[in-house]
């Protein structure tokens, strides 16, 4: 017989051990695999009797899921459905001190105290609280407390999600203090504050539509009725009165809406309708729209009655029917010379009650002559130019003005036109003779271009009439540096003073020339810049042709 070993022997003696100890331990009871019914029990008999007194054995029933009888409670309506939004973030303060662990003694004692919200919520009156010391008196502190009776006190105020504050307090221990223990505490409130308000039936009632209209011109109008509350609006009717010379458009067969119904039966279509709208409920919002035929002029009454329940209001608007009438009147010189700018007035009138739109005016010019100096926005469109006004009102008037040259003579005739809406148009013309004109062309030479201290300079202008007309009242001036002077020139100027001369003025006819000398003397080196000016009837005045050159003076 073979010998077995001692380590086999050891094993069996755990195994039998080990279930001796189970057979030992109470056995829990299966767990049920399905859920035990949610209906409550049988009610006891009365006096809790009951019919035997037979003990009833405990024996276990077979689990079955639950049945729901009843219906599901609905979720509750809006607005006092809760969600996650209702409860808000709490603010979450970290306090932290940052100090040294170990100072020589007499040394100062730095505490940085730093105060972080660390949340998405904004923490409210934060305040932080530090010990006072008798033998580490406070040196200083940064920010200063706020109070210093039995703590330090700084009181933060808000502080915003995610923002940060530090204190820094300085103390000075004693000679005799071996430790200094800091504790800065951190407080702060957090509430919500919610507000539940008392809702009434509420409509508002907005009319859009023009206060103008033009005889038998439809006039659009258009009702939005809105329930700016928080509940609905029960059997809601508005109803449109039109007083005498004012119509609703016929329709051909009952006018129905997704917002409204027409009720036609009880209603005079032509001066009197209802909407009924039945229930609107509250952010909900119905529109309709109608027009009105104006069938003589005048100012008209249009009544509008809104009922719902113990909601009623009443408006009342007012259509002005009016007329239009358009008027046109264009001025311009009888006279003009060729090649110079003739100005044109054209001036619109609007002599009727109604506002006319779209008001399109154009003037034609003749063949050959070139449209220039347009106001008002005025656009030149191939042959003719264009302006377009948007409105003009009862009384108003709008004046346009434009230029035309042309390079031949005779009678020249500019025709004008205006249409506003409503097939309004009016015309008119002007005539205008073109004669020749004057033409100036001048030039001026200057010698030396160089000169000495003490040297003479000279110019020389040459005015040439290359025009048709004689140039009546030729005027030339000369404005001269201070670092010259005059001398003399010919012709004989008619007025010399401080730094300027003049000639006196003369005709110059067509293709002919006058001849202007001036001398100067050079006092001193510079660049001396000379300003000569020309003037004559067909000139601006206001604004003489000039030119100005000049002459460089150089030392001796």
Not at 58 to 75: G, N, V
Not at 125 to 137: L, N
Request: proline share 10%.
């Amino acid at each position: 017989m073979k010998r077995v070993s001692f380590a086999w022997w050891l094993a069996i003696g755990g195994l039998l051990v080990a279930g001796w100890g189970l057979a030992q331990e109470p056995r829990p009871f299966p767990l049920p695999t399905r859920e035990p019914p949610l209906a409550p029990p049988d009610p006891a008999p009365a006096n809790d009797q009951r019919p035997d007194s037979t003990p009833r054995a405990q024996i276990p029933m077979p689990i079955q899921p639950a049945q729901f009888e009843q219906p599901i409670p609905q979720p509750l309506p809006q607005p006092t459905r809760i969600d996650d939004s209702f409860y808000p973030a709490t603010p979450v303060v970290q306090i932290r001190v940052v100090a040294p662990s170990t100072i020589a003694n007499g040394q100062e004692i730095v505490y940085r105290i730093n105060v972080e919200n660390r949340s998405q919520a904004q923490a409210n009156m934060v305040r932080v609280r530090a010990p006072i010391f008798k033998d580490a008196p406070l040196l200083k502190s940064t920010p200063e407390p706020t109070s210093r009776e039995k703590d330090l006190v700084w009181e933060l105020g808000n502080l915003e999600a995610g923002a940060k504050r530090e204190i820094t307090v300085v103390l000075v221990p004693s000679a005799t203090t071996t430790e200094v223990k800091m504790c800065a505490r951190v407080s702060f409130e957090h509430g919500q504050c919610v507000t539940t308000k008392l809702a009434k039936p509420t409509l508002e009632l907005k009319q859009t539509g023009s206060e103008e209209g033009v005889l038998f011109d439809p006039v659009t109008y258009r009702i939005e009725i809105t329930n700016s509350g928080a509940v609905e609006v029960p059997n809601v009717r508005l109803t449109k009165i039109l007083s005498d010379g004012l119509e609703f458009e016929r329709v051909s067969v009952q006018p129905t809406t997704a917002n409204g119904v027409l009720d036609v039966q009880t209603n005079n279509l032509s001066t009197e309708r209802t909407w009924s709208f039945g229930t609107v409920k509250a952010g909900q919002k119905r529109v309709i729209e109608y027009r009105v035929v104006p069938k003589k002029t005048g100012q008209f009454a249009i009544k509008t009655s809104l009922n719902a329940g113990t909601i009623k209001e009443e408006k009342t608007t007012n259509l002005n029917v009016l007329e239009p009438k358009l008027g046109l009147k264009v001025t311009g010189p009888e006279a003009a010379y060729v090649g110079q700018p003739a100005t044109y007035q054209i001036v619109i009138n609007n002599l009727g009650t109604a506002t006319l739109n779209n008001v399109r005016v154009s003037a034609m010019p003749p063949a050959g002559c070139e449209p220039i100096r347009i106001s008002n926005e005025g656009q030149v469109f191939r042959d003719q130019v264009q302006w377009i006004v948007p409105k003009l009102a009862p009384g108003d008037s709008r004046t346009l003005t434009m230029s035309m040259r042309t390079p031949a003579s005779g009678a020249k005739k500019l025709m004008v036109g205006v249409r506003a809406d409503r097939g309004l148009e009016q015309k008119a013309e002007v005539e205008t003779r073109f004669e020749g004109v004057a033409t100036l062309n001048w030039k001026i030479d200057g010698e030396p271009g160089v000169a000495k201290v003490g040297g003479e300079i000279r110019y020389t202008v040459r005015i040439t009439n290359s025009g048709s007309a004689p140039a009546t009242n030729v005027v030339v001036k000369a404005e001269f540096p201070p670092s010259t002077d005059f001398r003399n020139a010919q012709p004989q100027p008619s007025g010399v003073g401080k730094g300027i001369i003049s000639f006196p003025s003369q005709s110059i006819a067509p293709g002919q020339s006058a001849v202007y000398v001036v001398n100067f003397a050079a006092l001193k080196a510079d660049a001396a810049k000379f300003d000569f000016q020309l003037l004559a009837d067909h000139l601006d005045k206001t604004n003489p042709v000039r030119s100005e050159p000049t002459t460089t003076i150089s030392g001796p």
